[in-house]
């Protein structure tokens, strides 16, 4: 087995605190759950299994506790019982997007429900299409709006799209630190004008 | 290709900008050693970027060699050497992609527009020639890719359809690199979704030019701008923000597969690329509009 040191990133005289947080950050880099959409899904468990054991073999030298790891995933599209797709779903399970995506296609407009475009929204979520999958879950949306399962896909879908997981975010200051001084200023003198409205004050000479 | 792949120079090491930079003038020397001297003025951020992710997936042995520019024998310059072919492959991918280029415009433009593009063919088939004999591969993706581009804006395809194209040629390109199996698998989702934030990003810094020339684009149909010829300013910010958000879901994927590589060597510089330069080169073009079009032979120290 290779170095568990070497697969946490962190030298072997480093403190139980340091291997822990080395641990965490990696378990969040790699964690299955934002691979559930993934065709790199496979990949992701993989590294998550050799950070998961190089952790436990260090605590294990340690002994410094135990440590449970994150297990399971979630996948968007799973079984679902009324549904009129259980081959398709079960298809783009096993990640067979093509054949999933010819058996979607051959279904007449006409028999196009809800499901057909959310599932649909998921063969070209996968491939990489988002724009069009983002188009396909707003219309299932539309068509069946209580359903968790769509609004969920289509939450995910938009929400990537606000560069808060990649790209660039327009609203948020990138090249100085979050908060700079203008922004200490403003928000005491809010802090000040909240006080007095209740009868304190927080800065007396204004 | 379109020089959109680079780092944001503010957030290297100066240690890694020098490497970076010393990089990129070995692949200028590497165009004008295979390919000859004009040859290097097909030199870009995007081929360095390809070589440098070559260097760092396997291990290879790099030696730094103080030498004299290529172009301009009055400067110094630092070259950071490798065995093996990553550079030789990068310059053939450099001469490949713009022998492509140059055959496009000559179909898509006029006579005397495309004059420049028709003078420059011959010695560039010439050259592309040589590449594609050394590197079938190479060829054979690159011109699968203009011929899909050329067939998806001909039907007027959606953003999805035109970004296949660039996408799948990255996503094949990066594959071909990866050792293991499942390796492949990250390399290849990477590519695609680096490939579709390039074209993405061209098509979004063309938009307002491509409306005044009545050109294909396909964020016009998408955007509902069919018909207009210019855009008011709070029309130009919805379509700018729009544009910023279709980036935006595409580099989420691509960060989610570059996580899952493992690189040596450049890995720092590449993380840098993919997580601050391009969301930079974003708030340059959208944000800030610094629309200096790439008419120029970019140098290292142009970097922001």
Same mark, same amino acid.
């Given at each position: ?63 410094? *506790? ?16 009324? @549904? ?9 399970? %096993? ?9 979607? /296609? ?5 028999? $196009? ?12 979520? $996968? ?38 997981? *990649? ?19 403003? %928000? ?19 | 290709?379109?020089?959109?792949? $680079? ?14 930079? =010393? ?43 103080? *030498? ?13 050497? @490798? ?10 991918? @450099? ?14 433009? *006029? ?109 016009? %149909? ?29 580099? =989420? ?18 993380? /840098? ?20 079009? $790439? ?10």
């Amino acid at each position: 087995m290779t170095d568990p040191y070497k697969v946490l990133g962190v030298s072997p005289s480093a403190t139980d605190e340091e291997v822990k947080d080395a641990y965490r950050a990696l378990a969040k880099k790699y964690h299955p759950d934002q691979y559930a959409d993934s065709p790199l899904k496979d990949l992701a468990d993989e590294k998550m299994k050799e950070i998961n054991e190089a952790y436990d073999t260090i605590t294990a030298q340690r002994k410094a *506790g135990g440590n449970r790891g994150y297990t399971g995933a979630y996948n968007n599209v799973g079984r679902s019982g009324s @549904s009129g797709f259980n081959d398709v779903r079960s298809l783009i399970m %096993s990640g067979r997007i093509a054949d999933a995506e010819q058996i979607l /296609n051959g279904v007449p407009p006409e028999r $196009r429900n809800a499901e057909w475009y959310f599932l649909k929204g998921s063969v070209l979520y $996968r491939r990489g299409w988002l724009e069009e999958a983002k188009d396909h879950f707003s219309r299932a949306c539309q068509m069946d709006p209580g359903n968790p399962e769509y609004s969920a896909a289509l939450n995910q879908a938009m929400n990537q799209g606000s560069g808060f997981y *990649g790209g660039y975010r327009p609203n948020a200051n990138m090249n100085a630190g979050s908060c700079n001084s203008c922004d200490v200023c403003s %928000s005491l003198i809010c802090a000040d004008c909240c006080c007095e409205c209740m009868g304190g004050d927080l800065i007396p000479c204004c | 290709m379109f020089g959109y792949v $680079r780092p944001f120079k503010s957030e290297l090491l100066v240690r890694q900008y020098d490497q970076y930079k =010393a990089a990129y003038c070995q692949l200028c020397r590497a165009l004008w050693k295979h390919y000859g001297r004009l040859s290097t003025f097909t030199l870009s951020y995007d081929c360095t970027f390809y070589a440098l992710l070559m260097l760092s997936l396997r291990e290879s042995k790099l030696s730094l060699r103080r *030498g004299r520019c290529v172009m301009n024998p009055l400067k110094r310059c630092d070259f950071l050497e @490798s065995d093996g072919e990553a550079y030789h492959k990068a310059a053939a991918l @450099s001469v490949l992609l713009t022998y492509h280029k140059l055959r496009d415009d000559l179909a898509d433009d *006029g006579f005397w527009k495309s004059l420049g593009s028709r003078l420059l063919l011959p010695l560039a088939s010439r050259k592309a020639k040589r590449a594609a004999e050394e590197y079938p591969f190479l060829a054979q993706e690159a011109r699968k890719a203009m011929e899909g581009q050329r067939e998806a804006e001909a039907a007027g395809g959606g953003v999805d359809a035109c970004a296949e194209p660039t996408a799948a040629l990255l996503g094949a390109l990066f594959k071909e690199l990866a050792c293991r199996e499942l390796e492949g698998a990250a390399l290849e989702r990477f590519g695609y979704f680096l490939g579709r934030w390039v074209y993405l990003m061209d098509a979004a810094d063309d938009l307002a030019e491509d409306l005044k020339n009545h050109a294909f684009n396909p964020f016009i %149909s998408r955007l509902g701008l069919e018909g207009k010829e210019t855009l008011s300013p709070q029309e130009r910010k919805a379509a700018d923000e729009a544009c910023n958000q279709a980036l935006n879901a595409t580099a =989420a994927q691509m960060v989610l597969a570059f996580n899952l590589l493992d690189l040596q060597g450049f890995g720092p510089i590449l993380e /840098n690329v993919v997580l601050k330069g391009l969301p930079e080169i974003q708030r340059e073009i959208l944000f800030l509009h610094v629309r200096e079009k $790439r008419r120029k032979r970019p140098e290292p120290q142009d970097l922001r």
